[in-house]
């Protein structure tokens, strides 16, 4: 989730837990505060390896175990910003709350959460809500900002009711486009071995379908709104590192780090035409296979770290033909 929505949701489970009119100003920047304070991980980064980052972010500051230890962590130096409102006790409390939020929170998108480290490193992604929605976000933003200028708690409470409620919306949403997904692989004779699908950018009427079949990934996107729509998308071979990197010794840095982008991508790999190895699951227009980030491997240098770039970029074009998608134009609509 954005840094907004962390700190949003974090102040709200703070100031609807903790019953202290005059205080609950200081008790919800101190959730926000503690509610975006994990992904200070985005700071464990190398210069010689650009894929540091992809282990540690989401890993250890994100996990259930970690949250106690968390808390702490953020209460001990902000404590002495809060001791004229709340003491010590309220003060860790009011952190832990906001901390506990977080890799919930972010489970609760497509990027993967490592919720149980250090017993798994599974990355948890639940698939129920946009990294950015500002229809989940601004209502539970203004609640908690009226909450702690009023001394309200009960708006806190209501700022968590909006935030649950909106949650359970997204996985209902993503339950009804997953059966259409599955309804239309059916309809193509495909058997698929595996099938997921995401919302899309900033709501969750629009999802992204990808499923593979006999080495192909098939990439569509479905509408669930009021009435439930299909839109067809294109496909793309699964990558095969034996195919295209056949000179690569298998114990070569390059080797280990297309392993390590497999299981950061949960294996949703790609080739694409400039060569590069994507992550499948993520494109800024849900039928389409253009990529957000990935690597490139150069097998002249086996020895190296493969490279890594990101592009996030949408023109008007694209945009337009998002909003197409998302109000179902040129889809084909379906009972399901």
């Not at 059916?186 to 950018?201: A, D, E, I, M, N």
């Not at 299981?263 to 400039?274: H, K, R």
């Amino acid at each position: 989730m954005d840094p907004i929505s962390q700190g949003a949701v974090g102040a709200a489970l703070a100031t609807s837990t903790q019953d202290r009119k005059k205080q609950l100003f200081t008790v919800a920047w101190l959730g926000a505060l503690a509610g975006m304070a994990p992904d200070l991980d985005v700071l464990i980064q190398s210069s010689s390896d650009p894929l540091l980052f992809l282990e540690f972010h989401r890993q250890f500051s994100h996990a259930l175990v970690f949250i106690p230890f968390g808390a702490l962590l953020v209460a001990a130096p902000l404590y002495p910003l809060a001791r004229k409102a709340l003491s010590w006790r309220q003060t860790y409390l009011a952190c832990l709350a906001g901390y506990a939020t977080h890799g919930l929170l972010d489970a609760c998108t497509s990027y993967g959460t490592q919720l149980f480290w250090p017993f798994s490193d599974e990355r948890v992604a639940w698939n129920n809500s946009s990294i950015v929605d500002p229809l989940f976000t601004l209502p539970i933003l203004a609640l908690v900002i009226a909450a702690a200028m009023r001394g309200k708690r009960l708006l806190g409470i209501f700022a968590m009711a909006w935030a649950l409620f909106y949650l359970g919306l997204g996985w209902v949403q993503q339950e009804r486009a997953m059966a259409i997904a599955e309804h239309q692989a059916k309809l193509r004779g495909h058997t698929p071995s595996r099938l997921s699908v995401k919302p899309s950018f900033g709501n969750v009427i629009l999802f992204k379908s990808i499923y593979e079949n006999q080495g192909v990934y098939h990439v569509d996107a479905v509408r669930v709104g009021l009435t439930s729509h299909w839109c067809k998308g294109t496909s793309i071979e699964r990558f095969n590192k034996q195919n295209s990197f056949a000179a690569l010794p298998k114990d070569s840095q390059q080797a280990r780090d297309i392993e390590r982008f497999r299981w950061f991508s949960d294996d949703y790999l790609a080739q694409d035409e400039a060569g590069r190895v994507i992550d499948m699951r993520y494109s800024m227009i849900p039928d389409a296979i253009d990529a957000m980030w990935g690597i490139t491997v150069d097998v002249t240098r086996p020895d190296h770290h493969v490279g890594w770039w990101a592009s996030r970029q949408l023109g008007a074009e694209e945009l337009a033909h998002f909003t197409d998608l998302l109000l179902g134009r040129g889809c084909l609509e379906v009972s399901k």
